[in-house]
């Protein structure tokens, strides 16, 4: 399926001056405002947009027949143009939208070029998307967890809810970056795909069987666990006919392995520590790196769901932008044309 | 005994061999690299476990294999500043491109050495050939010969094998000495002259002798040093020696005749003397003495190892002329130097010329009178015909005024007595006389032009006499007497022991002041008692001069009336009259004969040669003096020379080989490097291969330090290969010893394609270190 073509506009939005950056937000307090930040700066560029988002009520126009409702006739563009057109409104549904966020020490993961940790990077884009459903007046619930499902909030439409929503999500702010230090002086932990539970297959297959109502599913994790057990679990929330978006947060490092000196490299989560010359294993790195993130994506493609790759050193509004539309890739990932 | 050896590696500057040290750089480095490890934590360690689990074992052996070849880069260049070389029987550089090679082949008489067999000269035209023969399409070739006259047989670059191999066989072998800076010389002038524009090569096949590649003056040494270095600049100097360590040769290095004049009836001694260059005792070596090939005597002699020892024949001749003696050694390894030849003129008389320069109507009161007196007491007195010898001595008498009008070529000695002047042309011909092998005295006199002399004479140290004339020293109340003489000159040995002669008796009251500048290479036969220089003599040409700085009647001294005068007289005129009864040469010098007319033109001469070939020879020029000159004097033995005139007068020239060739001993490696050659660059010789031409041929010192460099220069190429992808830099590691090869083999593509491929190498890493690795695999994968 050939990807939807970009937008001038939309490519350009990375070099607004207004671009809700990560070091933007980063300078930012309080997830609230960060949230209305990012909604603000992502509305602003949709006034520029032809394209409408999945919640935006789509307006079209279509010439006057007879018969049709004249209280839907255009008056304005009657009154420019002389012509009659009538104007068609999609019919508007409340739903509910489960976040599901990542917080697993993986998660805690930056890179020296990145402002941000994947988790900080997820928090604030599902503080935006939370504060948008609830603009709405459609329903936002939260669900964070490691291993195991640590925290949980109900969905609920009310304004009242951004509150609680929001406090959720600060509460996973982690008051400080983990170093070498404390990884290196951890005790060994079970590895995640090796957990005595299911890892994120399990987490998947608790929220499926509590969230019996159907709705829009939004999962942000950096997924570096076997994809066979993250499909298992999507398979779940696939079987309660839920919509799924997998929201891919990765640091740019670990997709390109930039590292050129020889590096100690220490596991997060407790996977041990590698000493290594970047250069010579970043080849294959690269390709295992791709080749699951490939498996991934199209396992989840297969599913019916969309997956969505962001990277931390993206601006946030763009990334919401492409979440909203379910744009998979963006204009720089995009192979150029041949 | 030599050991053939195939195979020879050195190193032509072993002490730079420290840098191998360097080595340990690349671990010293590895080490401390080891223990710098930048510490980060890591999120997605699946991927980095599952990619160093299927690359550790390659990384591991890429690692490992990119510290050995850093390790081996160092080593390589630590070698090349070392520069080794490999000599081999069995290799010899080749280029693909045209060579142009400028042969230098020995034909001195030490080639003539036999070894096993066969002549080194026949090795070294074998080497030669085989040079020639594996030349390619487009090789050219100079050929020049090592002698006393170097010959370029193939002067212009010749692009036909056929033809140089036919020189090569033609280039006739002479006894000559090797003249090897004269040579080297004509080779730099040949490979200037030459127009070569690809790769330019020189090839000395010698027997290395050291008389003629160890020179004894350190700057003439020094002086073919720098030419040859000049040489190693024009082309890549190989050296192919075909003689072995020591050969055992004596020969006949001189024979001489006493006393010089040989007169008819009179005994005259020949005194040859043998010498031994060999470490092994000479012992009942024949000696022969013949006249015509006839044996007129034979002795035995033991000769001690590396020594002299000496042989008298005693003859005498009733028939006056010419006659050629031949002094005889059994044969050994070199045979041309076992044969020593003699021409002596026997003599009915002397004619001598004596100049006066002061003439006097009364008896004894010119210049040349005592002189005259001297030489003919007898004929004066009329002696009873049983106390006339058999030869007489013929003095003239002529005025200075008659100088210019005389033939110096009828008289053998000319006394000049205070003669007060000399015009150009008198000048010239005097030197032309004494070069032919005249005599001439000189004596001072009240009359004699001090200044003038020192010009005319001195002719800035190349004249008849190179003397400074300072003044003229009077005695005053003591007179002056001479000193003790020398017993070993053979003008002075009568008197040597002997006061009663009264030469150390007479008293001398004036005499001229002469200073022998250092350079001079006239010497004093007899002083003063205080030193001063009372005799001087002084080779020129074939003949002699002699000063007497004393006048030469009784105005400056009683010498003229004591006893001893006469007989000095005597060996005065024996002594300087020796050049023009035996006239010898050594091979390769010209000669030079007088004509029997100097006046007459269109006069011509027959010469018969060693070997029995006759030839017409006519005057060197057409204007007088009439001489003959004979060049090729390449062969040793008895040249005649039968003038063309009423009287047919025949010169006899004895032409010896250079006793310097008979020292068969060669420069060894060690010295051809250090010695005669310098820091010249040079193949390295393989001595063993003189055994065999067709080794010799196949010899070759290979220069290492260009291919060890090119071998870095690839090993370079490889380590940033592999720095930057571990297969390609494997692939590449084994195809760098094809690249090595390849681009020995073509120096000027050596230039070329390790400068393109760093360039492509660094822009490929340029462009990927500006490219994500992502991307191009996520392109990939999409595709």
Redesign the interface.
């Known amino acids: 399926m050939a990807e939807p073509p970009v937008s001038r506009e939309q490519s350009d939005r990375r070099r607004l001056p207004g671009a809700v950056t990560p070091e933007l937000l980063s300078r930012l307090s309080g997830l609230g405002v960060k949230a209305r930040a990012i909604v603000e700066g992502f509305v602003t560029g949709l006034h520029r947009s032809p394209h409408h988002g999945f919640s935006i009520e789509f307006a079209e126009h279509r010439e006057y027949s007879p018969g049709d409702d004249l209280k839907y006739v255009d008056w304005k563009v009657f009154a420019k143009s002389d012509r009659y057109y009538l104007k068609q409104f999609e019919e508007e549904t409340n739903f509910a939208c489960h976040v599901l966020l990542d917080v697993s ?5 930056r890179s020296e070029r990145a402002s941000m940790t ?1 988790l900080e990077y997820g928090t604030d884009l599902a503080a935006a998307l939370g504060y948008l459903i609830l603009r709405q007046q459609d329903g936002v619930g939260l669900t964070t967890f490691d291993e195991l499902i640590r925290d949980r909030l109900p969905p609920a439409s009310q304004p009242s809810h951004l509150d609680p929503y929001l406090a959720l999500l600060e509460r996973q702010q982690p008051s400080r970056e ?3 230090e ?2 290196a002086t951890a005790a060994p932990s079970v590895d995640r ?1 090796h957990a005595g539970e299911e890892g994120l297959a399990g987490v998947l297959r608790d929220v499926a069987l509590h969230t019996r109502r159907r709705g829009l599913v939004v999962l942000f994790s ?1 997924l ?2 076997n994809p066979e057990q993250v499909l298992r679990g999507l398979k779940h929330l696939r079987h309660q006919k839920h919509d799924v978006i997998v929201v891919q947060v ?2 740019r490092a ?4 930039p ?1 050129d ?9 407790g ?2 520590e ?4 970047p ?12 080749t ?1 993130l ?1 498996t991934l994506q199209r396992g989840v493609r297969n599913l019916g769901m969309d997956c969505l790759l962001v990277m931390t050193d993206e601006p946030l509004d763009v990334s919401l932008s492409r979440i909203l539309k379910r744009q998979p890739t963006t204009a720089r ?1 995009r ?2 044309r041949r | 005994m030599n050991t053939i050896s195939l195979l020879a590696f050195g190193f032509v500057s072993p002490f730079l061999l420290w840098g191998l040290l360097l080595a340990g750089v690349p671990l010293l480095i590895q080490w401390l690299h080891r223990r710098k490890y930048t510490e980060r934590v890591w999120a997605a360690m699946r991927f980095l476990r599952a990619a160093t689990e299927s690359q550790n074992r390659r990384l591991r052996m890429e690692s490992l294999l990119l510290l050995c070849v850093r390790t081996l880069i160092l080593l390589l260049a630590a070698a090349a500043v070392a520069e080794p070389y490999l000599s081999s029987a069995m290799w010899t550089p080749r280029s693909p491109v045209a060579t142009h090679t400028l042969i230098l082949l020995d034909v001195s008489l030490s080639m003539q050495a036999t070894v096993d067999g066969r002549t080194m000269s026949e090795q070294a035209r074998e080497a030669a050939r085989k040079l020639v023969q594996a030349g390619r399409a487009g090789d050219s070739f100079q050929l020049l010969t090592i002698a006393s006259h170097p010959q370029a047989i193939v002067r212009q670059p010749s692009f036909s094998s056929i033809d140089v191999l036919s020189e090569i066989d033609r280039a006739s072998l002479t006894e000559s000495w090797g003249d090897v800076p004269l040579t080297l010389n004509v080779a730099e002038r040949l490979l200037h002259e030459a127009p070569t524009s690809g790769r330019c090569r020189v090839v000395i096949i010698s027997d290395f002798q050291q008389a003629n590649w160890r020179l004894e003056d350190a700057a003439a040494q020094e002086r073919m040093r720098t030419t040859l270095d000049r040489i190693a600049r024009l082309g890549a100097l190989s050296l192919i020696p075909v003689g072995v360590n020591e050969i055992d040769n004596a020969a006949v290095h001189s024979a001489t005749v006493e006393p010089p004049l040989v007169s008819i009836g009179a005994p005259a001694s020949i005194l040859a003397q043998v010498h031994n260059f060999s470490s092994h005792f000479l012992r009942q070596a024949r000696l022969q003495l013949l006249e015509e090939g006839r044996v007129l005597q034979t002795q035995t002699l033991d000769v001690p190892p590396f020594a002299d020892a000496g042989a008298v024949f005693v003859t005498q001749w009733n028939d006056p002329g010419p006659h050629a003696l031949q002094v005889r050694l059994e044969d050994d390894s070199l045979t041309a130097d076992n044969d020593r030849w003699l021409a002596v003129d026997v003599r009915e008389s002397v004619s001598v010329l004596l100049v006066n320069g002061r003439a006097s109507t009364r008896r004894l009161e010119g210049a040349a009178d005592f002189v005259d007196l001297a030489l003919r007491p007898l004929l004066a007195e009329q002696p009873s015909p049983g106390l006339m010898p058999r030869w007489t001595i013929q003095p003239k008498v002529i005025g200075e005024a008659e100088l210019s009008r005389t033939d110096f070529t009828r008289f053998d000695v000319v006394f000049l007595c205070d003669v007060p002047f000399l015009d150009d042309d008198e000048l010239a011909r005097l030197e032309a006389f004494v070069r032919a092998g005249g005599g001439l005295v000189i004596g001072m006199g009240d009359q004699v032009p001090l200044d003038e002399y020192t010009r005319q004479l001195g002719g800035r140290g190349e004249g008849l006499l190179p003397v400074q004339f300072v003044r003229i020293v009077d005695a005053g109340e003591t007179p002056f007497q001479f000193g003790e003489p020398v017993a070993r000159h053979p003008l002075t040995q009568a008197f040597a022991g002997n006061p009663r002669s009264g030469l150390t008796t007479s008293n001398t009251h004036r005499y001229v002041e002469v200073q022998l500048p250092d350079d001079s290479a006239a010497r004093t036969v007899l002083a003063f008692s205080h030193g001063a220089p009372a005799l001087i003599e002084h080779a020129f040409g074939a003949g002699r001069v002699v000063l007497v700085t004393t006048s030469l009647d009784d105005r400056w001294g009683s010498w003229a009336l004591w006893p001893s005068f006469l007989p000095m007289m005597h060996e005065l005129v024996k002594y300087v009259a020796s050049g023009r009864t035996t006239q010898h040469a050594l091979v390769g010098q010209s000669l030079r004969i007088d004509g029997p007319d100097p006046e007459a033109a269109g006069q011509t001469a027959t010469l018969v040669r060693p070997d029995g070939r006759t030839s017409v020879l006519r005057p060197s020029r057409g204007e007088p003096p009439v001489e003959f000159i004979i060049n090729d004097t390449a062969q040793s033995g008895v040249y005649r020379v039968t003038l063309d005139s009423p009287t047919g007068q025949t010169h006899v020239v004895a032409v010896n080989v250079d006793p310097r060739e008979s020292d068969l001993r060669y420069l060894s490696d060690a010295e051809l490097q250090s010695g005669a050659l310098g820091a010249t660059r040079v193949e390295r010789p393989d001595r063993s291969l003189g055994s065999s031409a067709e080794a010799a041929i196949t010899s070759g010192r290979a220069d290492l330090a260009g291919g060890l460099l090119l071998a870095v220069l690839v090993l370079l190429m490889v380590e940033q290969t592999m720095a930057w992808n571990g297969r390609y830099g494997l692939v590449a590691l084994l195809i760098s010893p094809l690249l090595v090869a390849g681009l020995a083999l073509a120096p000027t593509v050596a230039l070329i394609v390790p400068a393109a491929l760093v360039a492509i190498l660094a822009a490929v890493r340029i462009a990927r270190r500006n490219t994500p690795p992502t991307a191009s695999l996520a392109n990939r994968a999409r595709r």
């Open positions: 020490d993986s998660m805690r993961y994947k983990l170093s070498v404390d990884v795909p950096d570096f666990e990765i640091d670990e997709r390109e392995f590292f000196e020889p590096t100690q490299f220490f596991g997060l989560e996977t041990g590698r000493r290594l010359e250069r010579g294993i970043r080849e294959a790195y690269c390709r295992e790196f791709e699951a490939r990932e192979p150029a």
